[in-house]
């Protein structure tokens, strides 16, 4: 018989860093403010849940594996808002973001979940927060809790 491994949206036990950039903090605030409401819906305690700063979208990935490397949580839940600007400056940043944050992911074995917009319109990017229709945080939230219980139940 086939054993299916699949993670639940059950947030009991588990300990969550959210690593926020503050750069657009008008987009990544809203993005903050999803996940940590989507962490506590689904049963995270909100003393499990530690809120770190960092100032750009650039230091998310070394914050987010310090905190993946430090064994204090079960997922990391990296927000920042990269949005297009006059020059291709944007591009540089959310590719190397994208990249540090899937390896710091792949070096520390804890699942650090991107929860983060790049968008070409600050219009854009406030939809994805939650203006028109599902915060980006939110689901990041949902997805942090369902693949630590995966990785839990793995092993």
């Known amino acids: ?3 299916k491994i699949e993670g639940t949206l ?3 036990g588990l300990k969550i860093a959210i690593v926020q950039s ?3 903090d008008l987009i990544t605030g809203k993005l903050a403010e999803g996940a940590l409401d989507g ?3 689904h049963g995270v305690d909100d003393e499990d849940i530690h809120h770190i700063m960092v100032p750009g979208s650039f230091e998310v990935p070394i914050a987010s594996k310090r905190a993946a490397a430090s064994g204090k949580y ?3 839940i990296a927000i920042s808002a990269v949005i ?3 020059t291709s400056h944007n591009e540089y940043i959310a590719a190397e973001m994208t990249k540090g944050i899937a390896q ?3 070096d520390t074995g804890v699942p650090i979940v991107y929860g983060t917009i790049t968008s070409d319109t ?3 990017a406030v939809e994805r927060a939650g203006g028109k229709g599902s915060n980006r945080g939110y689901t990041a939230a949902e997805t942090a809790i369902e693949i630590a219980n995966v990785i839990r139940q793995v092993g």
Request: net charge positive.
């Open 122 to 124: 600050l219009e854009q």
């Open 74 to 76: 079960d997922a990391v």
């Open 39 to 41: 962490l506590i819906r």
């Open 22 to 24: 503050r750069f657009n």
């Open 84 to 86: 297009r600007g006059a």
């Open 10 to 12: 059950d947030g009991k």
């Open 104 to 106: 710091a992911a792949l």
């Open 1 to 3: 018989m086939v054993k």
